[in-house]
């Protein structure tokens, strides 16, 4: 039977479920749980949350953001990949008739089926899947309007680096193809147990077109496999295009035929793929 709450447990829910449920974290999937409800007024405020926005939820963990999102959103799908937090998340969405749980892999979960379809994305999400989590909502949500997710700070940045910096890369280019994206803000690591030993940030992005074609999703990878060698060249390496059609392409550009991918901006490379 769950022992009787405290009133600092009843305002940080997360530590009374991790006792309740004798939840121990586990690191070979990279949880790290929100246990200071502070930072949920943060995450609503940069997300724009309003009473008609349908939310998606990657990493549902002991369903502290999944009740707040569910007290301030039309409906909120919560997804998570461990069945043991099973028992947790329904004590926080149970009593919000609003919610969705969806027990699985969230990378292999039919986005285009969710009923009702996603408006935003608000999630602290687990570090290893974070930047294949990002870049496929954008792909398959195109009714998502705005992202604010909980990453680590490495990945944040590669997101919103710029051309011909050191971060840039195929994540840069696809997020912002689609998206104006921004690093909001550090978050301390005292919010999370355990104590991660990397800093992570608050990334939010807001949709200014639809997700990247996919040639030009594969002429990005590519470009970038053999990021220190000419883009021309290394585009040939990955059997995309002939090195000498993309020579000639980037010269019609107006950009030398020998330059790096890195030094392409996003819209260099949609320009590309047409010519291309």
Not at 58 to 63: E, Q, S, Y
Not at 86 to 99: F, G, I, K, W
Not at 160 to 172: D, E, F, I, K, N
């Amino acid at each position: 039977m769950p022992q009787s709450s405290s009133a600092g447990d009843l305002k940080q829910p997360s530590l009374r479920r991790l006792r309740d449920f004798g939840i121990r974290p586990k690191h070979a999937l990279g949880q790290n749980f929100l246990i200071d409800s502070n930072i949920l007024g943060v995450i609503a405020r940069e997300a724009d949350l309003h009473a008609d926005d349908v939310c998606l939820e990657i990493g549902g963990g002991l369903g502290v953001l999944s009740e707040y999102l569910a007290e301030h959103a039309r409906h909120v799908h919560v997804s998570e990949l461990d069945r043991s937090l099973e028992p947790a998340l329904r004590d926080a969405l149970d009593p919000h008739p609003n919610t969705t749980l969806h027990l699985g892999d969230a990378l292999e979960l039919d986005l285009a089926a969710l009923d009702p379809a996603p408006t935003k994305v608000v999630a602290n999400l687990p570090y290893g899947i974070a930047e294949t989590a990002i870049l496929k909502t954008l792909e398959e949500l195109p009714s998502a309007q705005r992202w604010v997710a909980m990453v680590q700070k490495e990945v944040g940045e590669r997101f919103a680096a710029a051309p011909g910096t050191g971060a840039y890369g195929v994540p840069s280019v696809l997020a912002q193809l689609s998206a104006d994206v921004r690093v909001l803000k550090k978050v301390p690591r005292a919010v999370f147990h355990p104590v991660p030993n990397v800093d992570s940030v608050l990334v939010g992005l807001t949709r200014t077109g639809p997700p990247a074609p996919t040639a030009v999703r594969r002429l990005v990878q590519a470009a970038f496999a053999h990021r220190r060698k000419a883009l021309s060249r290394s585009v040939q390496i990955a059997g995309v295009a002939d090195r000498d059609a993309v020579r000639a392409a980037l010269d019609r550009l107006g950009l030398a035929q020998d330059i790096r991918a890195e030094r392409l901006s996003p819209d260099d490379f949609r320009r590309l793929a047409e010519e291309l």
